[in-house]
């Protein structure tokens, strides 16, 4: 059974920063990531990474502001949200894929096989 923990939520004002974190239960995975909710809005991806070469992918709204950190030896992903906008507020989700897929332009082309249970951030004027 997939177990995914995310925390590091929160309220901030515009120009803050804060940083996600995404808990495996130690499980290796290939393909993660992370996606967004807005209320109204469909889900959308923000930023994606290969954890066997580090590279990171990232949406062009989010580009410069957000990296996507992965601690190979704990198996944690992070988001870290700097200079962060009021559309920045959403329900967070971390993804994660057993296999290496892959993620198209913005990210648009991966379907993750599994997801955590989301946590809130939310951008105040």
């Known amino acids: 059974q997939v177990r995914l923990v995310e925390s590091g939520g929160g309220s901030v004002q515009a120009g803050g920063s804060l940083k996600l974190s995404c808990a495996t239960s130690g499980v290796t995975y290939i393909t993660m990531g992370w996606f967004r909710q807005a209320p109204g809005k469909e889900r959308e991806a923000v930023a994606g990474i290969y954890t066997t070469n580090g590279h990171p992918y990232y949406v062009d709204s989010v580009l410069g502001r957000f990296t996507i950190p992965h601690d190979s030896a704990s198996n944690i992903l992070y988001l870290r949200m700097d200079s962060l906008k009021l559309e920045d507020t959403a329900m967070y989700y971390c993804?994660?894929?057993?296999?290496?897929?892959?993620?198209?332009?913005?990210?648009?082309?991966?379907?993750?096989?599994?997801w955590g249970q989301g946590t809130q951030v939310t951008v105040s004027s």
């Open positions: 993804a994660v894929d057993r296999l290496s897929k892959r993620f198209g332009p913005n990210l648009e082309a991966w379907k993750p096989a599994d």
